[in-house]
């Protein structure tokens, strides 16, 4: 699971910084039209780069979900059915995929995080018991010497 995680943060943070720079890729183009007053000419340069951004979006969005709804699967919780009509899931027309809404994969998210959070408690819960147990045989063995 911990492998996931870099990898996720990885991606994240490159697809990130690609939405972050498209307007300054976008930026000479735009210059360009400005200056030699060609309207039609930047309106469709920026309406490029909106749609460029937009298309990030999707993809942030569906590594998002690509990535908790993964974890939600490993850790046998319950998804929310598909149902076209729901409106727990959105239609992309990017990549023709049906994804979950923003809210619903937030509280998923965070269904994520509390089992995890959880299983981690139950994994460090024995050591410090064990840790415990021995503390306490060898102050009552030193008590007796």
Known sequence: MWIDDIWFRWELAKLQKKKASVWEDYREDL?????????DSEREVASEAFTVEELHG??????????????????????????????????????????LNA???????????????????????????????VGGVIGIVSAFL
């Open 58 to 99: 999707w993809e942030i969005r569906s590594l998002q979900h690509n990535y908790v709804t993964k974890q939600a699967e490993v850790l046998l919780l319950p998804m929310p059915s598909y149902r076209s009509s729901d409106v727990e899931w959105e239609y992309c027309e990017h990549d023709d995929r049906w994804y």
């Open 31 to 39: 210059e360009t039209a400005e200056a030699s007053k060609d309207w």
């Open 103 to 133: 809210e619903i994969l937030s509280t998923l998210a965070k269904e994520v995080r509390r089992e995890r959070r959880e299983r981690a408690e139950i994994l460090f819960l024995w050591p410090m018991s064990l840790i415990g147990a």
